[in-house]
């Protein structure tokens, strides 16, 4: 099956820096990779996927690039603020929503004011 | 749109006693729903998917028996957590595949299930 490693497990940043979360997979049959943003005691929370015919997709200050032949994404953050502050969870899995979604761990990033 | 909408938001039962948590799709139809659950800490694992008018699909070693589910309605599913335990006490979230592009999961707010 697939598996998903995520580092780092905790990151902090000044307010306005970059943030970079890095995920590996597995199953090279994996063509979809969505980013979640889980604040304490809520579920996650769709911020932005990827389709593995993409590249790079953008949206205003979060971004996430794929490389299909290294099995690689990450997820940038531009201009942080203190309520970006929450976990992260990177995915992946063959087909959308519907087929089986495998989590990475979660990075913790913490946005010091 | 794409609303998952879950019910308890925290729930507290005794040992022995079941517990059903209503995961709903309140702004679209959701003809599969996943169940997840989640430790303090850690990432989220499938339990199983929520299959409408059909058996429910187990994860490995997740017991059939003891985390009953539900989809009755395109709508709305149910996870009951048969004769609890202390380690049951965990965070359960479902989730729904929105019916749009490639599908996204949207999760409810999760149910924080304390067995004392």
């Known amino acids: 099956g697939e598996n998903v490693e995520q580092h780092p497990s905790t990151l902090s940043v000044q307010e306005g820096d970059s943030a970079v979360i890095k995920c590996t997979y597995s199953?090279?049959?994996?063509?979809?990779f969505p980013w979640y943003k889980q604040e304490l005691g809520k579920g996650p929370q769709l911020i932005i996927d990827?389709?593995?015919?993409?590249g790079e997709k953008k949206d205003q200050r979060i971004a996430v690039t794929l490389n299909k032949t290294a099995k690689h994404f990450s997820l940038h953050i531009t201009e942080t603020q203190p309520e970006d502050s929450a976990v992260y969870f990177c995915a992946a899995s063959r087909g959308g929503g519907y087929q089986k979604v495998t989590f990475g761990i979660g990075t913790k990033l913490q946005v010091i004011p | 749109g794409a609303v998952v909408s879950q019910h308890p938001s925290w729930v507290i039962c005794k040992s022995g006693t079941s517990v059903k948590i209503e995961c709903r799709s309140l702004?679209?139809?959701?003809?599969?729903m996943f169940w997840y659950r989640q430790f303090p800490k850690q990432s989220l694992m499938l339990m199983a998917t929520?299959?409408?008018?059909?058996?429910?699909?187990?994860e490995q070693g997740v017991e059939k028996d003891k985390f009953l589910i539900n989809h009755a309605s395109l709508t709305l599913s149910t996870l009951t957590v048969t004769s609890a335990h202390p380690e049951d006490s965990s965070f359960y979230i479902c989730?729904?595949?929105?019916?749009?592009?490639?599908?996204?999961?949207?999760f409810g707010n999760g149910t924080r299930l304390t067995v004392t």
């Open positions: 989730s729904a595949p929105a019916r749009t592009g490639d599908s996204p999961l949207h």
């Open positions: 929520s299959n409408e008018g059909s058996k429910a699909t187990y």
């Open positions: 990827i389709r593995s015919n993409v």
């Open positions: 199953d090279s049959a994996s063509n979809y």
């Open positions: 702004d679209f139809q959701a003809t599969t």
